[in-house]
């Protein structure tokens, strides 16, 4: 580098040592020129005195909006406490309780509470441990995807989930409980008689088909026989 290069180089620091100043000088009002300036000096670095807000995307609302949790456009997501958080919050809870006693506070609501303090101090300790960490994992995996597998592990006689009785009306949830019980005396029997599980399944199986199979049956000369009794000239020889 030539002396001639150090002494731009010298200049320009000078400048911009001027422009600082000047900044100070003359405040707010010299912001425009002071860029131009800049921008002389180093061609390129463009700066807007007065940006324009950009707006955030749909579904990601700022930290100041004032969101509505009715609008659908906005997502917002539950905030899921983990146990550290839990253990955390109970534990500011009962020494904010502590702290608020009036003077003349009854000594065993105080020991009370300074016992359930220590409670939860040793809950927000375990709450950190990596032990707790592991568990929160696994806590997470059975709520989440793998809910339906840990489930069917925890089956030791049914293999399918229980049947979903919300829809049925009092008489059919009746008649379901007569054949549950049906079911599992008929299952008995065969178990005590020796007959292998596999050949239990498969006629139950079958048992059930035949059973609803006939209820459906009925089901429908039931109805045929209710529409002709509507009919005007039903009974008339």
Request: glycine residues 4%.
């Amino acid at each position: 580098m030539t002396d001639s290069d150090l002494q731009d180089d010298q200049d320009d620091d000078d400048l911009l040592w001027d422009i600082l100043r000047k900044i100070d000088e003359e405040g707010e009002e010299a912001d425009a020129h002071l860029l131009r300036e800049l921008e002389a000096i180093q061609p390129g670095m463009s700066v807007d005195p007065d940006p324009e807000p950009v707006e955030s995307p749909k579904g990601f609302p700022q930290a100041s909006d004032n969101t509505d949790p009715d609008d659908h456009d906005i997502i917002v997501h539950e905030v899921k406490l983990t146990r550290y958080d839990k253990a955390i919050r109970k534990r500011r809870d009962l020494e904010a309780k502590r702290a608020a006693l009036p003077a003349d506070h009854d000594p065993c609501k105080v020991a009370a509470l300074d016992m359930q303090i220590k409670i939860a101090r040793a809950a927000v300790e375990r709450a950190e441990s990596d032990v707790s960490r592991m568990q929160e994992g696994i806590d997470e995996w059975r709520a989440g995807v793998g809910r339906e597998r840990r489930n069917e592990n925890r089956r030791k006689v049914r293999t399918k989930p229980n049947a979903d009785l919300s829809s049925m009306t009092p008489d059919q949830k009746a008649q379901h409980e007569r054949d549950r019980r049906s079911d599992a005396n008929w299952i008995k029997r065969r178990r005590e008689a020796g007959m292998p599980e596999a050949q239990i399944q498969a006629e139950l199986a079958v048992r059930i088909h035949t059973r609803e199979a006939k209820r459906a049956e009925q089901a429908r000369v039931d109805a045929e026989q209710a529409a002709m009794q509507e009919l005007p000239h039903y009974g008339i020889a």
